[in-house]
């Protein structure tokens, strides 16, 4: 199969839904797959930030789509259809880190709001995947989870935030031991610090809050080597499989006391 196989608009190697494709992470990924010849699809609430991330290119469908509302969701997996025919990859990747409080402190409006978007919209899409990748010829396909390295260890006054990625881990082990017979694979990334929006409103770049109540300046890394990543394990045969991937900035205080 040709690197550049779809690049000039012809046939698409294979076929990828992003969610949350108009800015940060999303956005990075989906023109790392536009690049390596994919048809994509490109949800987000934003339609004006979706066309921004397709900048033209030939091979992006840009669909408006709020993953909460089941409606949507169902509605994006038949335009991905009715557009390239099938689905190979997902990357289930919209998200919110809400509001900064601890477990008291969280109301529970801001709560179910967080969880609607990170865990039920995860479920809905993956859902939705799971049942195109069922009926498509020749059937299967990979779905990609974007999980956090909160799915292991929280930052302070993020409980609604790290709470729905630890369920993310729940989600993505269920999705391939219940996809097996169908040959549809799930993994998980969990990316910490890369050089996104929701870095900045973290103070990351100029002061994070630490367990012990300091502030310190994080290290980051390039966007685009996490989707770079990303790629990397779309692009697996369907024989592997990785389910954990962790990548972070080097020597952020993430393992051991910081």
């Not at 969610?19 to 956005?27: D, K």
């Not at 809400?98 to 409006?109: L, Q």
Request: aromatic share 4%; net charge neutral.
């Amino acid at each position: 199969m040709a690197e550049n196989q779809g690049h000039d608009g012809g046939a698409p190697r294979r076929i990828a839904v992003v969610t949350g494709a108009g800015s940060g992470i999303g956005r990075a990924v989906s023109r790392e797959f536009l690049q390596a010849g994919y048809g994509v699809v490109l949800a987000g609430r934003r339609e004006a930030e979706l066309v921004e991330t397709a900048g033209g290119a030939p091979l992006a469908l840009a669909v408006r789509t709020d993953v909460t509302r089941p409606e949507d969701v169902e509605h994006l997996f038949r335009a991905a259809v009715e557009r390239f025919g099938r689905v190979d990859v997902l990357f289930n990747n919209a998200g919110t880190f809400g509001p900064a409080a601890s477990v008291d402190e969280i109301s529970p409006e801001d709560w179910n709001a967080v969880l609607a978007v990170n865990l039920t919209g995860a479920m809905l899409c993956a859902g939705a995947a799971v049942r195109t990748m069922k009926a498509q010829q020749p059937g299967g396909g990979r779905i990609i989870n974007n999980g956090s390295i909160s799915a292991h260890s929280p930052r302070p006054k993020s409980v609604a935030y790290t709470v729905s990625k630890h369920a993310i881990s729940g989600l993505t082990k269920s999705i391939e031991l219940d996809g097996r017979a169908f040959g549809v694979s799930c993994g998980q990334i969990d990316i910490g610090n890369t050089t996104t929006d929701i870095m900045a409103t973290l103070d990351v770049a100029t002061g994070a809050l630490q367990a012990d109540g300091r502030r310190l300046v994080e290290p980051t890394f390039p966007v685009a080597e996490a989707a770079r990543t990303v790629l990397m394990m779309a692009e697996l045969p369907a024989s592997a499989n990785i389910g954990s991937l962790v990548i972070t900035a080097a020597g952020m205080p993430f393992i051991g006391r910081g």
